[in-house]
């Protein structure tokens, strides 16, 4: 299993999980009956990655994509933070700790960008992301109801200061 930062050759790839990802979370917004969307959404995410708002890592296994995750920079709520906005794993690669590699990525990606914050929100029923997320020292910072579902809101604190004495010696 290998993590990487996209390539252009991967977009239409990872637009369609994107898709998938909206299907299975219900995000009927993201889709909104629109005939192009996936024209949208990749237009949408290649604008977002020139200008540096969002990151695309990818996990890939035998040179096929297993799954990705969306890291946003530029998030309004958490401007000084590194969002995890989305993570999915294709099904038929699930269950192997794709999405905790993803998670790890991530952390590493905040870490060598000298971000203090990562948040990430998951669905309350999604206890395998739950406990993911628990394991790698997110801590609960709120639950919030949406429609008939409950989401958690993650934060992991990374201390910097550290991390600059590391880099240091």
Known sequence: MNIRSWRYKDIDEIVDMMVDFSREESKCDLLNGN???????TTGIITHLH????????????????GYTLLN?????????????????KPQYRRRGIARRLTESAIEYA???????LYTEVRERNIANTKNNQKLGFTIKARDRRGDSYYLLFRKYIDTARLIEEVDQ
């Open 111 to 117: 870490k060598k960008n000298r971000i203090k914050e």
């Open 51 to 66: 200008n540096g708002s969002i990151e695309l890592l990818v996990a890939e296994e035998n040179d096929r994509l297993a």
């Open 35 to 41: 005939l192009n969307r996936s024209r949208n959404i």
């Open 73 to 89: 920079r530029d998030h309004p709520e958490y401007t000084k933070a590194l969002v995890i906005e989305e993570i999915f794993t």
